[in-house]
C-alpha cells in the first residue's frame, strides 16, 4: 500500500546550524507534499508544502525540495532558534477517490540546543 | 481563520464502554478526517469523509466507526472501548475543490481507556 518513510525520528542540532529530515514515498501517483510542525501540546500545523510541478520552494528559513525520480523530499531549517523544537510530519498526497487523502510519515523529533 | 473543535481535550474510559468523539469545523469545508496520533507510528487515519452522508476507511479502521450527518459536523465511534485504543485521536477537516489542500487540525482528543 501506500506508505511514506521519514527520517531521522530524533535529530538535536545546536542553535544556529542547520537541520534536515527526510521523506520517500512509494506511491508515483503522488502530487502534493505538505510539512506539518506540532509543537508541544498542540495541534499539528501545515509549514509549508510543494506540488510536483516545482522542485524546491523556500519561505524564509525553512525550504523544501522534492526529487519526483527518486520519490523523496525533505525539509531543510536554516539557523535554527529554540521555537523550531517540535515534531514535524512530512505528508504525501494525491487526488485519488473523491477525498485528498493524505499519507503521514512517523514523525521527527527535533531538539535545538542552545 | 479556519476553526476546528473537538468535544473534549481528555476522555478516561472502562474498557467495553462506547465513546462518542465528536468534531465540528466552521468553515463549510467538504473533506473531514479522523486520525489517531502514537509515539513512532505518527498519523495514522482511521476513517475520512468526504461530503455528507459519505464515508471512506481509512488505514486503521478496526474497531471505529463514523458518523456524518452535517457537513459541519464528523463523529468518531467506539463502540466498545479496549485498552489499545488508548491514544491521542485528531481530527482534521480539508476543503476539496480541485485539492488536496492543507488539512486544519483539532486540538486533539487525549483518550485513555483503562
Known amino acids: 500500500g501506500e506508505n511514506v518513510e521519514q527520517h531521522p525520528s530524533t535529530l538535536s542540532v545546536q542553535e544556529g546550524d542547520s537541520a534536515v529530515i527526510k521523506c520517500t514515498y512509494s506511491?508515483?501517483?503522488?502530487?502534493?507534499f505538505p510539512w506539518y510542525k506540532q509543537e508541544l501540546g498542540k495541534r499539528p500545523q501545515l509549514i509549508i508544502d510543494?506540488?510536483?510541478?516545482?522542485g524546491e520552494k523556500k519561505d524564509q528559513r525553512i525550504a523544501v525540495t522534492l526529487n519526483k525520480t527518486a520519490k523523496h523530499f525533505s525539509l531543510h531549517i536554516t539557523e535554527t532558534q529554540p521555537e523550531d523544537s517540535a515534531v514535524y510530519f512530512c505528508a504525501a498526497s494525491s487526488m485519488r477517490s473523491s477525498a485528498s487523502k493524505i499519507i503521514f510519515g512517523s514523525g521527527t523529533r527535533l531538539s535545538i540546543r542552545p | 481563520d479556519v476553526k476546528v473543535t473537538q468535544s473534549s481535550r481528555y476522555l478516561v474510559k472502562r474498557t467495553g464502554e462506547k465513546v462518542f468523539l465528536e468534531c465540528v469545523q466552521d468553515?463549510?469545508?467538504?473533506?473531514m478526517f479522523w486520525y489517531r496520533q502514537d509515539p513512532g507510528l505518527g498519523l495514522r487515519l482511521i476513517y475520512f469523509s468526504y461530503d455528507v452522508k459519505m464515508k471512506e476507511k481509512g488505514d486503521i479502521p478496526e474497531g471505529y466507526s463514523v458518523s456524518r450527518e452535517k457537513k459541519e459536523r464528523f463523529s468518531l465511534i467506539l463502540e466498545s472501548t479496549s485498552t489499545n485504543q488508548t491514544s491521542m485521536y485528531l481530527c482534521a477537516s480539508s476543503p476539496s475543490d480541485r485539492g488536496p489542500y492543507e488539512q486544519y487540525f483539532g486540538p486533539g482528543t487525549r483518550l485513555t481507556v483503562t
Open positions: 510543494i506540488r510536483s510541478n516545482v
Open positions: 506511491d508515483s501517483a503522488s502530487n502534493y
Open positions: 468553515m463549510d469545508h467538504e473533506n
